[in-house]
């Protein structure tokens, strides 16, 4: 079977997230301005389309030249073998973004990219005039960085943070790619118990429960690839049908969701149904204050409100505060605060172990950890 060069899109600091979980599939990989590459089959782009937690997109690198200029653009395009993946009647829209290059106009490079493409395709088929693109989507991207040109094709269509299980978002939604960052970049095995403090519509305990029953993400939904002539569709059933194999329904998950608002909870409860793990998740409705707990060892993950999110900045100090005081009584649980503020830890009252920074959006945001008690190693 053909391999592809490929690689995969992410928010800006998770590159090294996501190069994990495809190393961890058995791929080798290597890590370039955001972008994760790696080689594969179609088989291997289903398989990671389904799999893949934290990244955004998986493409296929399907030509990369440097241009100053867009006679030489309009070459190297037109010398790729489009006619390997695009069929006679492909709707192909091309996007594009230009960084710190002599094509700083992404409306002529793509336009330049389009036609190319387009002639390409004519001169293959023989035809003459316009192509009709009444086909199959194929999402097209050219990507300009520094004079040095990458083309690419989408494999995935919308983006791999749509599971397909949260209809409806709350007051400020968290990506479940992100989510499912937030949980791969703690100590967290389904073993320990899980408490997210302020869960919203409730992605984090979701996400956790899906990795917890080895659920793959992109199960319950459809890519954009799977429609391509390139592909037989029994590749992406038998992805499918192995994934179900591997969900694991009889692990016992400890995992415990609250926030303040009734009616978030609510619909926490309705997308955590929806994800099919309703079961393995406890939600109340509860204040921090609220909670005290004689477990131990556990990770409290926790995207509270920022100053710039739903809530004025001295009600968000206080919880900060609130949250500084409460968990100095979980000496043993490691606590993971996602947040935009600066001055958190002069507000919780305690330096941080360590701080990542990341992207929440277009956010930049902190990820302040604090780590617990190690557990003591179990005799043998």
Request: net charge negative; aromatic share 12%; hydrophobic share 35%.
């Amino acid at each position: 079977m053909k391999e592809f060069s490929l690689f995969t899109t992410s928010g800006a600091g998770l590159e090294g997230v996501v190069a994990k979980e495809l190393r961890d599939m058995g791929y080798d990989t290597h890590t370039d301005n955001m972008r994760v590459f790696f080689k594969g089959t179609l088989k291997d782009i289903a398989h990671t389309n389904l799999w893949l937690r934290t990244a955004d997109r998986v493409k296929i690198n399907f030509g990369q030249f440097k241009a100053t200029d867009f006679e030489t653009l309009y070459d190297e395009t037109y010398a790729l073998p489009w006619e390997d993946i695009l069929p006679l009647d492909a709707e192909f829209p091309v996007t594009g973004r230009s960084v710190r290059s002599q094509l700083s106009s992404v409306p002529a490079a793509q336009g330049i990219v389009k036609k190319a493409i387009a002639q390409k395709i004519m001169d293959t088929y023989f035809r003459r005039n316009h192509l009709p693109e009444t086909g199959n989507l194929y999402p097209i991207e050219v990507g300009i960085l520094n004079n040095q040109v990458t083309l690419s094709i989408d494999t995935t269509g919308e983006s791999l943070f749509k599971r397909g299980y949260r209809e409806e978002k709350g007051g400020a939604p968290l990506k479940e790619n992100m989510a499912a960052a937030l949980i791969k970049l703690t100590t967290w095995f389904p073993d320990r118990p899980l408490y997210d403090p302020t869960c919203g519509s409730g992605t984090i305990p979701i996400e956790a429960a899906l990795i917890g029953h080895n659920i793959a993400p992109g199960l319950f939904r459809e890519f954009v690839a799977e429609k391509w002539d390139l592909f037989d569709a029994a590749i992406w059933e038998e992805e499918r049908q192995l994934a179900r194999e591997a969900i694991n329904e009889d692990v016992e998950l400890d995992i415990l969701a609250t926030d303040i608002d009734g009616s978030v909870i609510e619909l926490a409860k309705e997308n955590a149904k929806k994800a099919g793990v309703s079961d393995s998740i406890e939600f109340k409705q509860m204040q921090l204050s609220d909670y005290v707990t004689d477990k131990e060892f556990g990770i409290l993950i926790s995207n509270p409100p920022y100053g710039d999110r739903l809530l004025d900045e001295e009600q968000v100090h206080e919880i900060y505060r609130d949250m500084g005081r409460i968990y100095q009584a979980m000496p043993t649980w490691s606590k993971y605060i996602l947040t935009s503020d600066e001055d958190f830890e002069k507000y919780y009252g305690q330096k941080a172990t360590r701080k990542r920074k990341l992207y929440n959006g277009p956010l930049r945001v902190d990820y302040y950890q604090y780590w617990g008690e190690r557990r003591p190693r179990q005799k043998d």
